[in-house]
């Protein structure tokens, strides 16, 4: 079933008349958990039933989860494993753990949803690593250019126990947040507008000297100017307003993205040019983490690898049935209906890319930070290190890479 269809009948008055009653997060728990069609009365039931149970006993820790612009609505599209990370912590937590969901943006955006956690105004935030790498540079480790071949590589280290001396612990260390779980795409440049009557392209120099929107990541932007793509940054609340305008030519951010934030009706073409990761992550404080006693800290443990799991089975779906972002597209999905074109890059225009940006060919232009984040990492090469793990993978479908806890050797 549709996202459109799923949520046909609720208004947003709607939605905020039963959260009145019942609680922002009560109401948008019970919201993400319909497997069909919602009305406006099986939502109030819904909303009733998740506020009976989550509020039938006093819990001893009470989280506020900044999840910057996501909420019952988009999180269909981008499935990155919010709310049932939140409904999951709560149910195996027996009630101990409170989860106070804020979306839309209401307490904290991309950008500085992970400066928030740091201050503790949040406990839980989610956002992609890549716009919160200005509050916390070392998540730039995962944006090391063309490092991860697959969507299958990406879940692959985030699963491996490798990942906890790669990403975890240094993450954790350096900037007080404890790296729970992540959707995994990776980007592409979204062209606007101008490029709507252009043949849908093909080779990488038909980009060059676009100008495009970067997040906050710096080692994208080392990728960006090497690939002649002129890197602007752009907040992303921002971006749509600029590729509507004609301010920009394009912006690199990953399918999912495009299609949640409404995006697609001013981009023409999505070119899946992969060259470095957008992961969608959500994290906690680790002080919060450390309050907790060693039973509810396995309790997030497990949550957070359901929440994995969750996310990536069902952002692979929803990448084909829901985004559109697939050769050919289905009639019924967003990009369909917004007459988003899947640029599809044959496999000499991404060696071209990789063999123009990538640590591996261009090792030069990589020194200053690969030595920081080396640095920060205790000495790991963490370039050379993540590669070789997301090599071990042998999977192409990311859906079929095993599932692990990764804290657990």
């Known amino acids: 079933m549709s996202v459109q269809n799923k949520l046909k009948g ?25 497997g ?16 009976e149970k989550r509020f039938a006993k006093e819990p001893k820790f009470t989280f506020k989860f900044g999840a910057a612009g996501f909420n019952q609505r988009n999180l269909l599209i981008e499935r990155a494993g919010c709310l ?22 209401q307490i904290c955006g991309q950008t500085s949803c992970v400066e928030k956690t740091q201050q503790g105004i949040v406990d839980i935030y989610a956002a992609s690593t890549q716009n919160s790498a200005g509050g916390a540079p070392y998540l730039n480790v995962l944006d090391y250019a063309y490092m991860f071949r697959s969507r299958a590589d990406q879940y692959h280290f985030l699963y491996s126990p490798e990942s906890v001396a790669l990403l975890r612990d240094p993450y954790e260390k350096r900037h007080g947040l404890k790296f729970l779980f992540s959707h995994c795409e990776l980007r592409g440049i979204q062209m606007g507008l101008k490029w709507e009557d252009k043949p849908t ?5 038909e980009m060059f000297g676009s100008k495009n929107r970067v997040t906050g990541t710096q080692l994208g932007r080392i990728a960006m100017n090497a690939l002649n793509l002129n890197p602007v940054p752009v907040a992303w609340e921002e971006t749509l307003d600029g590729l509507k305008q004609g301010l920009i030519d394009g912006a690199e951010t990953w399918a999912s993205a495009v299609a949640y934030a409404n995006m697609s009706p001013v981009v023409s073409q999505s070119v899946d040019l992969k060259f470095f990761c957008g992961t969608e992550h959500t994290a906690m404080s680790a002080s919060a983490f450390d309050s907790l006693g060693g039973e509810l800290q396995d309790v997030v443990m497990e949550s957070a690898y359901l929440a994995q799991v969750h996310v990536q089975a069902a952002n692979e779906a929803a990448l084909v049935n829901t985004v559109g972002a697939a050769n050919p597209q289905g009639p019924n999905t967003i990009f369909a ?8 890059l044959a496999d000499d225009q ?7 940006c990538s640590p ?16 920060w990492s205790g000495g790991r090469d963490t370039y050379q290190e993540i590669y070789d793990v997301a090599r071990q993978n042998t999977h192409t479908l990311a859906e079929n890479v095993e599932p692990r806890r990764w804290w657990k050797a």
Do not use: C, H
């Open 337 to 344: 209906k917004d007459n988003v074109r899947v640029a599809t």
């Open 201 to 205: 392209i093909t080779k990488l120099e």
């Open 10 to 34: 609720i208004s947003r008055r709607d939605l905020f008349r039963v959260a009145g009653r019942y609680g922002l997060s009560s109401t948008l728990l019970a919201a993400g958990s319909f």
């Open 36 to 51: 069909g069609a919602m009305s406006l009365a099986n939502l109030a039931s819904a909303a009733e039933s998740s506020y």
């Open 360 to 375: 591996e060919f261009q090792p030069a232009l990589w020194e200053d930070w690969r030595e920081r984040l080396n640095g």
């Open 84 to 105: 049932e990370f939140a409904r999951d912590l709560e149910s195996r937590s027996d009630g101990e753990i409170r989860v106070e969901f804020i979306g839309d943006n």
């Open 350 to 356: 991404i060696k071209m890319a990789e063999e123009m």
